[in-house]
């Protein structure tokens, strides 16, 4: 009898910041590091707080660093720095090639095929 795979990788709060940081990229095309960190700040409070703390001295040094932080898409597999991501989706016709980009790799993977 096989036995049921265990999983020990937690989600953190910093993952949760990191996915909130790639979707604020993607869903505010042609952000740069300013409307970023502001817009996490206002949209994303609880993942900022949970992930930096309060204090603002810190949360800004620590976004700036996160600005230069490598993430990986979990629907393409791509590693980038935030910073990269930001220029990716430069504006809504990246974006879309984004979207074309994940259903592809979705079909190819229906298929059985690797991306």
């Known amino acids: 009898?096989?036995?049921e795979?265990?999983?020990t990788?937690?989600?953190s709060f910093i993952d949760e910041l990191h996915d909130a940081a790639f979707e604020y990229l993607l869903l505010n095309p042609g952000s740069e590091f300013g409307d970023w960190q502001q817009g996490l700040i206002e949209?994303?409070?609880t993942e900022v707080v949970d992930a930096?703390?309060?204090n603002p001295d810190e949360?800004?040094?620590k976004l700036s660093d996160l600005w230069e932080t490598e993430y990986t898409d979990p629907k393409t597999g791509i590693e980038q720095k935030f910073s990269e991501w930001a220029m990716s989706f430069a504006n809504e016709h990246a974006v879309g090639i984004y979207y074309f980009l994940v259903d592809a790799?979705?079909?190819l993977k229906r298929m059985g095929?690797?991306?």
């Open 113 to 115: 095929r690797k991306f």
């Open 1 to 3: 009898m096989e036995e």
């Open 52 to 54: 930096l703390g309060n």
């Open 43 to 45: 949209q994303y409070p």
């Open 105 to 107: 790799r979705t079909d």
């Open 9 to 11: 990788k937690t989600h």
């Open 5 to 7: 795979p265990k999983y």
């Open 59 to 61: 949360v800004f040094a």
